[in-house]
């Protein structure tokens, strides 16, 4: 009996393909970059699954071209606004996705950033490599305290509370703001819901972990910065989108604020001719907030489960279009 074709748009884990490659006919897009558009339209071609990563535009054209075979897409994150979710529930085709998975290493990752920027680690790395440690000096790379301090948090969901759990043990105060209260979190965890702009103006850091949607794109320009502590961090694990670039270079600039880590950015990559790269005040890592050997492994395990369900015909462990199983 023939295999089902299924077509992988990146190399995952070894764990998550040892398991499609027992049910399934394996074919894996084998460069770094994703494939152009033109070559993922043919390569989707008669596939019945497809495994996509957030930097795979899964459009309409996308799944038509895969043709009435396509049964499941299977996406290698948490986030799929890449995936064109209307289309493929009109068509039935089920979208996979990995919560919950990276919540606590997002998190990790979120506070490593934030105590990079505070405490000025990567500038002081810079400075022992370039051989610039001459002695202990009383005001040599002041940065700012963490414990203590007042933390405001952009969306509280799962991993803004794993990031405010974190918190707790830097005796911080807790700002949160959410599209909704949250109560029980608040009793739990000892936070604070505070409106959008009480949080700019009250935060010694600020740590967004919300969605991109046309309310939260750009939600942080010039105005917002300006509303800031001139002491404050920004941290941005979620979505590029969210920042200004070109407003979070004039805060930086200009010790609007005091400095950001960005694990994401507009576009990924940032352009190496980006003026941000010039500035000691901004640590930055390439989009690698669930980038640990747990984490990206167990991601292939449920994008595999996931894919296999679809093919079986059988509910998605995790899925992004549960609306897809009332036609």
């Not at 604070?192 to 949607?213: G, W």
Request: aromatic residues 6%; charged residues 20%.
């Amino acid at each position: 009996m023939q295999k089902p074709k299924i077509f992988l748009t990146r190399r995952i884990p070894q764990a998550g393909i040892d398991l499609l490659v027992k049910e399934t006919d394996v074919q894996v897009w084998p460069d770094e970059l994703p494939p152009a558009f033109e070559v993922l339209l043919e390569s989707v071609r008669g596939a019945a699954g497809l495994v996509t990563l957030l930097s795979d535009k899964i459009d309409k054209q996308v799944i038509q071209a895969a043709g009435p075979s396509l049964k499941v897409i299977s996406q290698y994150a948490v986030g799929v606004d890449n995936i064109d979710l209307e289309v493929a529930t009109r068509l039935g085709i089920a979208v996979g996705h990995t919560p919950g998975v990276l919540t606590e290493t997002t998190a990790d990752l979120a506070w490593v950033l934030l105590m990079a920027a505070a405490r000025r680690v990567v500038e002081g790395d810079r400075s022992v490599r370039k051989g610039l440690w001459k002695t202990w000096g009383p005001t040599t790379f002041l940065g700012y305290d963490i414990h203590g301090a007042t933390l405001g948090i952009l969306g509280l969901g799962r991993i803004g509370q794993a990031v405010a759990r974190r918190a707790t043990g830097f005796g911080m105060r807790i700002l949160y703001t959410d599209l909704k209260r949250k109560p029980e979190v608040e009793s739990e965890l000892g936070v604070e819901f505070a409106l959008f702009e009480q949080m700019l103006r009250e935060a010694d850091f600020v740590t967004l972990h919300t969605y991109l949607s046309p309310e939260t794109y750009h939600l942080f320009g010039d105005r917002q910065f300006k509303m800031m502590k001139p002491n404050a961090i920004l941290v941005n694990t979620a979505r590029g989108a969210i920042v200004d670039l070109e407003a979070l270079y004039r805060a930086l600039r200009d010790k609007t604020i005091a400095g950001a880590g960005l694990d994401v950015t507009e576009p990924e990559p940032i352009p190496m001719d980006s003026p941000l790269l010039g500035l000691d005040n901004l640590v930055i890592t390439p989009h690698i907030a669930s980038a640990s050997y747990q984490t990206r492994t167990r991601m292939a395990v449920m994008t595999a489960e996931n894919l296999l369900a679809g093919l079986k015909g059988e509910r998605l462990p995790y899925c992004a279009n549960p609306g897809v199983y009332k036609s």
